[in-house]
Every structure is written in structure tokens, then in C-alpha cells.
């Protein structure tokens, strides 16, 4: 099978915004050629004995992108340039230049499994890729083992780890968690982890369901796929000490709401994208207890005052703002 693999020039200020650009387009994934210097950091990640020799740093970068052969090249072209023209608003994207070629199938899926190695959260908390072996364990150290198949949640992400750190910062023993676009199930499984009494968790994808329930289990975590009634609606238990997933759209579905629980959450959390947080942000408050905590994340700067607009009209009021490069977390109440 071919692809159409489209290559876009820029700048290395500009790849964050582009990526969450294109990821708004339906692009699933992009890779980034740049001339940055790795850090101390990345060489004690890398693991080959002599580093490359790269050319000096002058800012400029490739985001390279695959789009299936029947696409409208010409529809997608126009997109990114008016995507492009926005951001330029904001931040200097370097020339835009598109170029379009066809390559082969690769093994999409598992290719990009080499360069996910453990890492640190923070502290306390190590995210492990299952297929890999853990070097260091200190003492009090939170092992999260994780593999995210075609699913999205790696935890490497800045979205991912604001949210972490906001549940981890607000979480309390016994919480109820609902987790909005649960991907692999990182944060259901992290909330449960960290002391919760319960979490269910929802994707508009029904691959993530599958994903997360294997990713509770390799972690040691209690964990149902919900059964469905007559009506196609899930049967959600709220058994102490259970994950239940999910699959299902709950910003367009009242009856969805209705059966994973109205007022039954301390913590609803959704890692998604500002677009869908914004509309989501209508409706969070019916899974919420009194006093509960709504905390979003997956919001790109540029798009941070719109979030916070809606939050505000739909009765939320702003505890907390978290920042971690381009990207905001946005704890409300």
C-alpha cells in the first residue's frame, strides 16, 4: 500500500502550533526534522555509542505528515495554508513551503515503539512502555506500565503531564473519577493508582477501549468493558475499586450522559483538544458532585482565553491555569 507523504518547511518555534494545527485537520501523527541540539538529557537517553554530527541550528524544521491516497490534496493544501496564515499571527512558521510525494507502506503501528523509552514524570511517577525494562526504581517510585497501541497516551506529552500533575496535586483517597477521551487509559489508570475509589472512562474510538482495559490489567487494576441494555447504552456499575470503559459520544448523546452518571464524579478530567473541551465544557457539569473538579487539558496557548471563555459561561469558575511549553491545563470548579 502507498501513501501520500507531504513534507512542510518551518520553523522550530513554530512545530508545536503546527502540530496541533494539522492535528485539528485529522492528520494523525507528523514527524519533525530539525537541526536542535540535544540536551544532556536526550544523550543519556539515546542508545547508540556515538551521537551524529548535525549541522548548526539556524531554526528551521520539517514537519513531515502521510495522508491516504485517495485524499484531496489540493482541499488538504488549501487547509494548512489558511492554518498557516492564522498562525502566523502568532509566531514565525518560516516559509510554508508544502511539497507532495507518494512512499511506500511501513509498519506505522510499531516502528515508533523504538523510541519510546521509561521516563519520569515527576518525582515519584515513572511511566514504563511494557515491552521495555526499568533501569532505576527509587524508593516511593509509581511504575505506570503503558502501551498505547494505536490508541493516543504515552503520558510523554506536555498535555499528559499537566494532567497528571493536576491529579496528582488534586486528587483525593475514595475520589470518583470520570475520564473524558480516555485513549489508552493513562489518567483512569494513574487516578486509581494514586488513590481513587472508582474511574470510568469514555472514547469517542472503540479501539481505546480495548487498549485501556489491557493497560489496566497490566497493571494490576480492576477493569470491565461495560455491557450494553437494549438501547445501545452502557451499563456503568460504579463498583468501588473498578475501572469501566466505554466507548461513546457524550457531548452529543444526553441518554450517554444520563447512564454514566449525572452529579456521581469528584474529578471529571478530559485530555483532548481545545475544540472538544470547548463544547464538552456545556455539558461536564452534569457528571459532577458538588464541589467537584473539572480539569482539561490538551489546550494550546493561543486557543487558552477561548477555553476559559466557555468555562466561565457554562458556570465554572478558573481555580488553577498549569503551562508546560505551548501547552495550558485548566483546573475548574
Not at 460504579?238 to 447512564?259: F, H, P, S
Amino acid at each position: 500500500m502507498k501513501w501520500i507523504k507531504m513534507e512542510l518547511k518551518t520553523t522550530t518555534e513554530a512545530v508545536d502550533l503546527v502540530g496541533a494545527m494539522l492535528d485539528e485537520l485529522g492528520v494523525e501523527g507528523i514527524e519533525i526534522s530539525d537541526f536542535v541540539p540535544l540536551s544532556d538529557e536526550d544523550r543519556q537517553k539515546m542508545f547508540i555509542d556515538i551521537l551524529p554530527e548535525l549541522p548548526e541550528d539556524d531554526g528551521s524544521a520539517v514537519v513531515s505528515f502521510y495522508l491516504d491516497m485517495d485524499t484531496d490534496i489540493e482541499a488538504m493544501r488549501e487547509k494548512i495554508e489558511a492554518g498557516l496564515s492564522e498562525l502566523r499571527c502568532f509566531v514565525n512558521v518560516g516559509s510554508g513551503e508544502l511539497s507532495v510525494s507518494e512512499t511506500e507502506d511501513k509498519d506505522w503501528i510499531n516502528n515508533w515503539k523504538e523510541f519510546f523509552k521509561p521516563f519520569r514524570v515527576d518525582d515519584t511517577i515513572v511511566i514504563k512502555p511494557t515491552w521495555e525494562e526499568l533501569q532505576e526504581k527509587r524508593e516511593g517510585d509509581l511504575v505506570v506500565e503503558i502501551d498505547p497501541g494505536t490508541a493516543f497516551g504515552t503520558g510523554a506529552h506536555e498535555t499528559t503531564k499537566l494532567c497528571i500533575g493536576n491529579l496528582k496535586k488534586y486528587l483525593k483517597t475514595g475520589d470518583f473519577v470520570f475520564d473524558v477521551g480516555c485513549g489508552s487509559g493513562i489518567l483512569s489508570i494513574i487516578s486509581m493508582l494514586l488513590g481513587a475509589g472508582y474511574a470510568a472512562a469514555v472514547d469517542i474510538d472503540p479501539i481505546a477501549v480495548g487498549v485501556t482495559v489491557e493497560n489496566a490489567e497490566v497493571n494490576r487494576l480492576p477493569v470491565e468493558v461495560c455491557q450494553k441494555n437494549e438501547k445501545g447504552l452502557p451499563i456503568v456499575r460504579k463498583q468501588a475499586g473498578l475501572i469501566e470503559v466505554t466507548d461513546g459520544n457524550v457531548i452529543g448523546d444526553a441518554a450517554l450522559r444520563a447512564a454514566v452518571g449525572l452529579h456521581a464524579y469528584d474529578i471529571v478530567v478530559a485530555n483532548i483538544l481545545a475544540d472538544v473541551i470547548i463544547p464538552l465544557s456545556a455539558v461536564a457539569r452534569e457528571f459532577m458532585k458538588p464541589g467537584a473538579l473539572f480539569i482539561s487539558s490538551g489546550i494550546i496557548h493561543t486557543k487558552r482565553e477561548a477555553v476559559e471563555s466557555a468555562l466561565r459561561e457554562n458556570g465554572f469558575e478558573i481555580a488553577e491555569v498549569v503551562t508546560l511549553g505551548d501547552w495550558v491545563s485548566i483546573v475548574a470548579k
